[in-house]
């Protein structure tokens, strides 16, 4: 079977607190799989070190045909050129929304076509455009970051990620940053990116989003995967007195 995404033995502390010990993950191409647990459990460092943000301190990360193996003792130049082939096919989306606050909507979606995958600003335009299109924010392509609500500031930024076609996307908790109302325009793009086929793995405190549009949760507890189950399973029998009280506390 081949994996999209896969974490063989992942490790990460931060000094003498240990983030998680022995991560073990597979994601399926084309699956949805949302990460879930109170928060400090490690699950934005886990996607932080999928594509390296932060360096783990060993384990393997494997993505379609590109994978990383680290050990201690620092990374080789052969290690630096495979982080980047990784990021190549990762897209992430953040919590706080890291638009480039001088450059229009439009401006900020073309800037990694232009530098990192070298297309023309007609081709950028183009690419930038049909994405802005995808997330219903084409109308505003021309207005600046200060112009633009937090709702539109994050799907520019999922603009951004899709214009560069990863093959994973990964999503810390998008809705984190928003007010109440704005948060259901941004889980209706997010549905339509679940529905459409695209692999997923997001940390996000969304339950009723997440049961319905995961084909696995994965419950994390001081850096111990506790569960990792379909939805429906994990709601009804949740495999750990921890799992239970999380869920009971997002009802």
Known sequence: MQHALRLLNLRKSFGPVTVFDGIDLAVAPGEVVSLIGASGS??????????????????????????????????????????REIRKITGMVFQNFNLWPHRTALGNVTEALIHVLGQDAPQARDTAMAALEKVGMAG??????????????????????????????????????????LVGEVLKVLRLLAQEGNTILQVTHEMRFAREVSDR???????????????????????????????????
């Open 140 to 181: 505003f392509a021309n207005r600046y970051p200060a112009q633009l609500s937090g709702g539109q500031q994050q799907r520019v930024g999922i603009a951004r990620v899709l214009a560069m076609r990863p093959r994973v996307m990964l999503f810390d908790e998008a809705t984190s940053a928003l007010d109440p109302e």
């Open 42 to 83: 490690g699950k934005s460092t886990m996607l932080r070190c999928i594509n390296f943000l932060e360096m783990p301190d060993s384990g393997t990360v494997e993505v379609f045909d590109k994978g990383l193996s680290v050990e201690a003792g620092g990374m080789t130049r052969g290690q630096l050129h495979q982080i």
């Open 217 to 251: 949760m994965v419950f994390l507890s001081q850096g111990r995967i506790l569960q990792d189950a379909p939805p429906e399973e994990l709601f009804t029998n949740p495999a750990d007195e921890a799992v239970k009280r999380f869920l009971s506390g997002t009802h």
